[in-house]
Structures are given as structure tokens and as C-alpha cells.
């Protein structure tokens, strides 16, 4: 019997062909065949073309004889543990699979012809993968027949041939469709498990490795509440005798996390142990459930448990998510000291690596380290991609370097504008901080790319600030305006002092009033020199009728007359020749205590 498996190395992707004795057995014949869109072999410099009638031995013979075959690295323990799996649903064959060959006239010869196999060029124990091949120096090969049923290949295919494409376009397209359909119901409904009923099975039963239910798990992203209820469909369809996947479990896993339910991700790893299907990206799953739900502690203790397992080992994800959870706790002594046992163990870092050195630097706001792991990232040839940017543009707006700022900018600007608003506020939020001439205006250009229902509080009260600074009236008048509407109250004192002051400069008295009604309806921070400045401009115009109305303003909103009132009405009585008001001024003084300048007083 003839099983198609795939295997992937670092290099080149290899396709092997098992063939098993229909009556029972193990395998006695392995042929690695190298698929042509890799460039690091050519196929007609390692073994001659397979005719029919040829033994398969032949491409095995010169693939282990070639000198290419050195640059091939070792697989990695997740690429053998794959491999492993692959193997064991060859031994799994079934019964219906074994009768279809049976009964292909021609497929074994009684009559065939024995052929002696080539021995290997060097021991098999010094092939990475010599454990899968098992009598290959046996006495009898029987030759295949080329005409092979389709039906069986298709049973053992976990890639994809030319011909199967189809199908699995076929596949993708109806998953697609039961997504749609699962989208328009809400998650809580329990409409989603009569129509997996309905549709679901006769969906999962047309590919024998559980491709849909993957497929439509990760389809189903961005909606995990209604994710998680397909896979308690497929958890209560394995009671019927319908497997789980470990893609299915891993998948599960970070869903229930990302929802934070992490008791739910703990049972359904806890059930992927007891059935025996355990495997490092279970164990990075649940422990990336308990880092996005701060569960460091746990998250540790799991990463010692894979540790002592003999199945299964960390890899550089592994490493990755230890990273990233002491960079959130800013515990960097831990987050280094990983990231030297990474290098110790011979471990290449990735992207991701850095990028969560990176963001733990910046979490701990060490600028000049997220520098020196930046240049170590680009020395060790790893390329930065766009969330490596990102990061840096983050913490370069956070230090107030504008000029890096807008560099990193340029180079992914595209991407934030249709997809990182935020990023796009944390850099309003450094100009605004900053004494950049053009401030404003660059401040404008970045306003425009946020919609309008996008309204953050905090950051329509910096520009009210920023705009009163520079005095654009209208620009701060409109945010004034929009806060009212989204009912912020501003209680910061220094803004409502920027207010005034920028009212006081542009000398609109008349604006001021109404702003004053407005904050004191909206409740915002009351203070005295809203009225000081009031009465100010009001007797600079000449208006001391309403300069004296302020004084009773100030008692219905319990701000008692001080020192500094007194002060502004005796110079603008004094200022406009009525001495006699500016003398019960005076008189209002002494009456208080205040202490009163020689050179004031009536000769």
C-alpha cells in the first residue's frame, strides 16, 4: 500500500512514498523524492528519471550518495514530531483503503520480479530521520504498478497535488461560506450549533485531517466567543468517534485566552494531555493564554513543566512568550538572562524576539536600549518588519525625539494610516509636548487621518491646550465645543488657565462669558481667575457695570472675594476717575486685613 507524506526541512520540502504490505507488516520500501521548486537541489544531478518498471531504490541510492544531501540541517523536534505523526496514520491504514487496493487488478505481481537493493553510501544512523526507514536493505521489493487507485492516494495526501487542487479550492470555498453564515448569528445564540449540525458534519467528513474545522477556527478570528462554540461542536463530535487535532487543541487554546477564559484553556489542554496529544505548541497555547491574562506565575511554572518532558521541548516561541511576559512585568534582569540562554542553547532568535526585547525596553521607558537591541537586531541580519517600526515609533514619540520620529514614520506610514490609529495619537500627543515650530500644523495633517466617531477625551483636552498656547481662538473654541458635546469635564487647572490666557491675549471678553456659562453648566474646574480675568477685560472696555456684576458671580459659586479682586476694582475705579470707589475699595481692605501700600492711601 502507498502512502503520499510531506515533510519539511530548512531547506527544501521532501515528499515520501511509502509502501506497505497489504497483508500487514511494516514498511519495507521508502523512496525520497525531491519536489522541483527548491533551488537548493536539482533532481537530474542527484538521481536518474523513474521509469515504470525501475525500483524505487534508484532516487534513494543517489540522494544519499549526493554531496548536496550535506547541506541539508538537521529538523527541528517540532519538524520530527510532525514527521512522527505522519508516519503513524500510514500504520493506521484502513480496512476500506486496504480492500480498494486489493482489488486493483495488477497493483502487487506475484510474479514480479525481485530486485537486490542498493546498499547506502554511509551508515543509515547518520540520517537525521534513519528511524523512518526500516528494512531498507530487505530481500524483495516488488516493483509498484503506476496505475494506482486515486481514491487511496487521497486518503494519505496531507499536501496537496496538482490534481486535489480543485478540491481543496472546492474546500476552502464551502468553509468560507458556512463562516458567513456563522458570522450573521450572535455568539451567545445557540443557532450556531444547528447549523454546524446541519452543515458542519458533511463538511468535516470530506477531508479525513480535520482541515475544515482549522480552517474555520482561524476564519473565525476575530469573532472567538462563536470560534469556541464550533469547537465544543467538534469536542462533542469526538465522542462519536471523530478525533480532535492538536491544531484544533492549540487553536482552542489561544481563543479561550484571548476571550480571558483561562479555565477553559487549562481544561482543554488538561484534555489534549489525557489523550495523549502533546505537543510544544499546546504548551506555548495555554502558555500564551496566561500571558495576555497576566498569569506570569503559571506561565512559569508550565515553561519548567515542558522542561522535564521527554515528548516535547521549548522551542524559540516558547522563549519568545517568557520575553514578552518579563518585559510586561518590566522584570528585564529575567527578560536578558533569557534571552542569553537563547544563545547558549544554540537557538536562532527571530523578529519576534527582538520585537518583545524591544517593547519590554519600552514598557521600562530604557531608550537607549531598545537603541543598542535595535542595531543588535539589524547586525544580526534579521530584517525589521512592520510591528518592529511600530515599536520604535512608539518610543520615539514617548522620549520626544521628533526627528526619529518622523523617519520611522515615513517608512510605514501607509500602514499606520489605515490601520494604527493609536500610533497615530501618540505622535499628536509628542507634538504637542513639544516647542516644534510647525507643530500645528503637523498636528492638522495627522487629525485628519482619524475619523470623527474616534473621540478620545484625553486627547481632545491637549489639543484645547496646545491650541490655547498658540492662541488659534477657533481651533480651541472647537474642541471646547466638542467636549461639551461628549460631556468631558476638564478639572485640570493649568488647562483652565490656558483657556483664559488665550481669551485674554486675543482680547475676547465677550467669548470668554460664554465659555464661563458654559464650564460652569458642564461642571468643569471653577476658579477664580476665570472672574479675575473677566473683570479685567471688562474694565479695559470701560464696562464697570459688569466688572461689579462679577463680584456677585463669584458668591453664587461660593468664590469669596480676595485680596487680587479688590485690587483690579480699585485700579479700574482709580484708572477711570472715581476716587470714591476706589476709596471704599480701601475702606474694604483695612476692613479685611489686607495690607495696604503707602502709596495708595488718600492724602
Aim: charged share 25%.
Amino acid at each position: 500500500m502507498v502512502a503520499i507524506l510531506s515533510f519539511h526541512t530548512k531547506y527544501a520540502f521532501l515528499k515520501c512514498m511509502a509502501l506497505m504490505n497489504p497483508k500487514g507488516g511494516d514498511t519495507y520500501v521508502m523512496t525520497v523524492v525531491l519536489r522541483a521548486d527548491s533551488s537548493l537541489f536539482n533532481w537530474s544531478s542527484i538521481a536518474p528519471p523513474l521509469s515504470p518498471d525501475c525500483s524505487l531504490l534508484s532516487p534513494i541510492f543517489f540522494l544519499f550518495n549526493s554531496p548536496k544531501l550535506k547541506t541539508l540541517q538537521k529538523p527541528s523536534e517540532d519538524e520530527t514530531l510532525r514527521y512522527h505523526q505522519a508516519m503513524k496514520r500510514v500504520w493506521k491504514i484502513s480496512h476500506l483503503a486496504q480492500s480498494q487496493l486489493l482489488c486493483h487488478h495488477g497493483f502487487f505481481s506475484s510474479a514480479a520480479k525481485r530486485k537486490t537493493p542498493t546498499p547506502f553510501a554511509f551508515p543509515v544512523n547518520e540520517f537525521p530521520n534513519y528511524g523512518f526507514i526500516r528494512d531498507f536493505n530487505a530481500d524483495t521489493h516488488p516493483p509498484p504498478s503506476p496505475g494506482f487507485p486515486p481514491e487511496v492516494i487521497g486518503l494519505f495526501s496531507l499536501n496537496q497535488s496538482h490534481q486535489d487542487s480543485t478540491h481543496w479550492e472546492d474546500l476552502t470555498r464551502k468553509v468560507t461560506q458556512l463562516r458567513d453564515e456563522l458570522l450573521m448569528i450572535d455568539d451567545d445564540s445557540d443557532s450556531a450549533i444547528r447549523l454546524l449540525e446541519e452543515k458542519g458534519d458533511t463538511l468535516l467528513r470530506s477531508c479525513t485531517v480535520g482541515y475544515p474545522v482549522v480552517e474555520l477556527l482561524k476564519q473565525l478570528d476575530s469573532r472567538p466567543r462563536l470560534a469556541l462554540k464550533v469547537l465544543d461542536w467538534k469536542r462533542n463530535l469526538s465522542k462519536s468517534g471523530v478525533p480532535m487535532l492538536a491544531e484544533e487543541y492549540t487553536k482552542g487554546i489561544k481563543l479561550a485566552g484571548k476571550v480571558k477564559n483561562v479555565g477553559l484553556a487549562a481544561e482543554l489542554f488538561s484534555e489534549a494531555i489525557n489523550k495523549r496529544i502533546k505537543t510544544t505548541t499546546i504548551y506555548n497555547a495555554l502558555m500564551s493564554a496566561y500571558m495576555f491574562n497576566g498569569f506570569a506565575d503559571k506561565c512559569q511554572s508550565l515553561f519548567r513543566d515542558m522542561k522535564s518532558e521527554t515528548n516535547c521541548s521549548p522551542n524559540i516561541v516558547t522563549y519568545n512568550i517568557l520575553i514578552s511576559i518579563f518585559g510586561r512585568l518590566m522584570l528585564l534582569d529575567h527578560m536578558e538572562a533569557t534571552f542569553r540562554e537563547i544563545k547558549e542553547l544554540n537557538m536562532s532568535p527571530n523578529v519576534k524576539t527582538y520585537n518583545f526585547l524591544i517593547a519590554g525596553y519600552l514598557t521600562a521607558w530604557m531608550w537607549d536600549s531598545v537603541e543598542i537591541t535595535f542595531e543588535q537586531m539589524k547586525e544580526s541580519s534579521i530584517k525589521p518588519n512592520t510591528r518592529t517600526y511600530m515599536l520604535l515609533l512608539r518610543g520615539y514619540a514617548h522620549s520626544g525625539n521628533l526627528e526619529k520620529m518622523e523617519e520611522t514614520y515615513e517608512l510605514i506610514k501607509h500602514y499606520v494610516k489605515e490601520k494604527e490609529i493609536p500610533l497615530i495619537r501618540t505622535m499628536i500627543c509628542a507634538y504637542c509636548k513639544s516647542s516644534d515650530k510647525e507643530r500645528l500644523k503637523k498636528i492638522e495633517e495627522l487629525l485628519k487621518l482619524i475619523p470623527d466617531k474616534d473621540y478620545r477625551p484625553w486627547l481632545n483636552v491637549l489639543l484645547i491646550r496646545v491650541y490655547a498656547e498658540e492662541d488659534w481662538l477657533e481651533a480651541m473654541e472647537r474642541s471646547i465645543d466638542e467636549a461639551f458635546k461628549y460631556n468631558t469635564s476638564v478639572h485640570t487647572l493649568s488647562v483652565m488657565r490656558s483657556i483664559i490666557s488665550s481669551y485674554f491675549r486675543c482680547n475676547a471678553v465677550d467669548k470668554l462669558v460664554n465659555f464661563i456659562k458654559s464650564a460652569e453648566a458642564a461642571e468643569w474646574r471653577i476658579c477664580r481667575s476665570l472672574y479675575h480675568c473677566k473683570m479685567v477685560m471688562y474694565a479695559s472696555e470701560k464696562r464697570l457695570d459688569e466688572m461689579e456684576s462679577v463680584i456677585a458671580e463669584m458668591k453664587n459659586n461660593n468664590l469669596f472675594i480676595t485680596k487680587k479682586t479688590l485690587w483690579i476694582l480699585y485700579k479700574a475705579y482709580l484708572l477711570y476717575g472715581q476716587r470714591h470707589k476706589a476709596e471704599q475699595v480701601i475702606g474694604l481692605m483695612c476692613k479685611h486685613g489686607y495690607e495696604i501700600p503707602l502709596d495708595v492711601l488718600p492724602s
